[in-house]
């Protein structure tokens, strides 16, 4: 499913690809801060860093943004197809321009436009690998500095793919018992020690546990398969989920990789799941 683009990027690789015009590098990075005045957490499109330092050429992604519904209760919400078209045409992406992602951290924000772009039927993205921490470590250029108004591009988002499930089609897999339903956040936001839980029935693949914490590279996709394999994510169809569907979107992302089923997202996670007391939840 997808195109001629590698879904995981090497750092050198891209190096060498630099400057060609078909060539649109995005930085996804969102920091997640406190809010002092309590309640849900403040999510940031964090320019200060890719204004401190970013990839040779790269724009920023505003995921809070331009590239999520903001007139949803609910953050993260997926865009409208027009909508995000007219964001991906704003960054000068166009039509069979091969697109690298990457984030400052964790790399589900790159999953997670990634996986916006697999919905909206564009298959030319990828994943840098590691990040920009890989890539300087590489000893790779970066420059500073906002970006440069990029040409406008002509992008086609095609209507979204069926790769979203609902807080109703989570509770009718939960009945069933024929799905695969994954939390994707740390184990101990999965037993309930940080957090309000998890679905009743869900399984834990952490998110984290496939990045390597001295690289933050992934780790070789067979360690990954073993992961996805021992809670049966080949033999049932996969539901993920975590806080806000950012996270969740790394498993999709390792499915595609590894040639998979290929899940849903549960896009409104648990900030609709456990807003409501009346879904099931389950602690420890």
Aim: glycine fraction near 10%; aromatic fraction near 8%.
């Amino acid at each position: 499913m997808s195109g001629s683009l590698p879904l995981l990027i090497d750092p050198e690789w891209l190096a060498g690809e630099l400057g060609a015009p078909d060539l649109k590098i995005l930085d996804c990075t969102v920091q997640i801060e406190p809010n002092p005045a309590g309640g849900a957490p403040v999510n940031r499109p964090d320019r200060a860093a890719f204004e401190t330092a970013h990839l040779p050429g790269a724009q920023f992604a505003d995921l809070v943004n331009d590239l999520s519904d903001t007139s949803n209760r609910f953050a993260f919400a997926v865009p409208s197809q027009e909508s995000f078209a007219a964001a991906m045409s704003a960054l000068g992406v166009n039509d069979g321009d091969r697109v690298v992602l990457y984030s400052t951290g964790n790399p589900w924000w790159a999953t997670r436009a990634w996986w916006l772009l697999r919905l909206f039927g564009y298959n030319e993205a990828g994943v840098l690998d590691g990040g920009i921490r890989a890539w300087t470590a590489a000893g790779l250029p970066v420059e500073s500095g906002p970006a440069p108004e990029p040409a406008p591009g002509t992008f086609t988002a095609r209507p979204p793919r069926p790769l979203i499930a609902t807080k109703d089609d989570v509770l009718a897999a939960i009945e069933r018992g024929e799905t695969c339903t994954i939390n994707a956040l740390p184990a101990a936001n999965f037993r309930g020690e940080v957090g309000p839980g998890r679905i009743a029935g869900s399984v834990s693949v952490p998110g984290v546990g496939m990045t390597d914490p001295q690289t933050g590279r992934f780790l070789p996709l067979d360690d990954i398969r073993r992961q996805l394999e021992s809670v049966g994510a080949f033999e049932k169809q996969v539901i993920s989920y975590c806080g806000g569907g950012i996270t969740a979107t790394i498993i999709p992302f390792m499915m595609a990789r590894l040639g998979g089923p290929e899940p849903l997202v549960y896009d409104h996670s648990l900030q609709e799941w456990a807003s409501d007391k009346s879904m099931p939840m389950e602690r420890g």
